[in-house]
């Protein structure tokens, strides 16, 4: 009692705490360490656990934002092909009624695709199916609300063309094997046809109105041992990207 009266008025005990203090310091360090450890692994758990959330969070922002640009490019792409269309409407002196591809026949071998327009609209057996860039087709069967479009690149389909450089006919027929190819059958060596020409429908037939664009030659040989050249032509119409086609009102 009288040590603590004496220290509390005179200090005599500060530096014997003091020096008293290094002693118990580990002690102190030694009692904190679980309750430290402890801490540390909670907090990089959580800050673990933050991370991976947060992580997972930007991935899913990520992916909206890009779902939404293709989404963008899809509309302006689509936005194009429609106002590519129209202009190319304008051109002829037929109507044309908009209609969309909504799916294609399973069979390989035949090229046909089927639009949502049928003869409640009036469509009709034989009606040229154009894109925004040429021929595609005809209507070839009906159905209430939707129709089949046989492609020109069929092998069971034929078109009478003429080359618009020179007004030369000829008959431009589909293949078995290319979705893009045609061929002009039975053409002689002497035929004034050169790569790169134009390829127009002539309207002979009756089936088609004259001036359509068809295709473009891409290559023209003479087999000395055949009879007739071997012309391919490659169609203009995008037959296997266009989704807006226009159906031909005389």
Known sequence: MVMMLADSRFNYLDQVRFYASYMVTPLHWLADTPRSISD??????????????????????????????????HLEAENKRLNELLNASSIVDERGVLAQITGESPDPFIKRVLINKGANDGVFVGQPVLDAFGLMGQVIELQPFTSWVLMITDPQHSTPVQINRNGNRAIASGTQDSLHRLMLNNISDTFDIQVDDVLVTSGFGGRFPAGYPVGVVRSVEHDPGAPFATIIVQPTAQLDRSRNVLLVFK
């Open 40 to 73: 540390s692994v909670n907090n990089n758990f959580q800050s673990r656990s933050y991370l991976i959330g947060e992580n997972q969070r930007l991935k899913e922002q990520l992916l909206t934002q890009q779902f939404r640009l293709q989404k963008l490019e």
